[in-house]
């Protein structure tokens, strides 16, 4: 029952990653503690993550701006590295707290970026990549800062979609080495992660028809709300 659970809303989530580009980590992420626990959420929802953003390389493969890709990628992934170390010293209710604390305060984040229309050098993509990487380590997914720093470089539609997860493709493959490195990925955690990102690939795939479709505001909109609800949602389990 619980895979049936996390596949129905691993689809839902995979297309609305595929629309926005973020937002499956806020959707699964109280499901997964609920059913697993904090502790094997976080690498469940990292191996998802690989799949997810699979789907949306191989969906706008062609429109990858690999430079920028790799800036952000340069610092972004050994910051990851030491933020997965970080997380796996910490207690789960410190886990459950600071999830819930990071996607509400991602609300006024996202907007304070989105007024100042700042627009970003391959060189402040390294520099953003140190500190969102080594975040990203510790509280599952900074798809919420990553949206306005890639489309701040200039990147719209496929080719925001496609380079944002080719550089989060990178950062989570490191996570997963470093859970496999420190035994904080038996076999049934595998299974999980798989049967999760499965459905979020599929999701991915189904979305790329109506990318084009939403609108602005109602992008800002789906991502506030998300990020409310789903904070809202691990600081009450956290306090259970």
Known sequence: MGHLVVLAVGLMAGVL?????????????PV??????????????AIAAIMGNLGKVLSWWREIDWRACAAYCATAVPSAIVGVRTLLA???????????????????????????SIRFTLVQLSLIGAVV??????????????????MGYGLVK??????EAAGSLAVYGAKVSVFEHFGALPEHVMV???????????????ARRIVARMSPGA??????????????????????
């Open 17 to 29: 990653s595929g629309v926005i580009g973020t937002g499956s980590s806020m959707l699964l992420m």
């Open 32 to 45: 997964l503690v609920i059913l697993y626990g904090p502790q094997q959420a976080v690498p469940i929802m």
């Open 90 to 116: 910490l207690p789960p209710h410190v886990i459950d707290v600071a999830l819930g604390v990071f996607f509400i305060a991602m609300v006024p984040t996202r907007r304070w970026l989105a007024r100042r």
């Open 133 to 150: 990487g080594f975040l990203t380590g510790i509280v599952v997914s900074t798809g919420p800062i990553t949206v306005p720093v890639f």
């Open 158 to 163: 496929g080719a925001f979609l496609a380079t």
């Open 192 to 206: 999980d992660g798989l049967v999760t990102g499965s459905s979020i690939m599929l999701g991915t795939f189904c």
């Open 219 to 240: 992008f800002r909109l789906v991502v506030d709300g998300l990020m409310v609800s789903s904070g809202l949602s691990l600081l009450f389990a956290a306090g259970r």
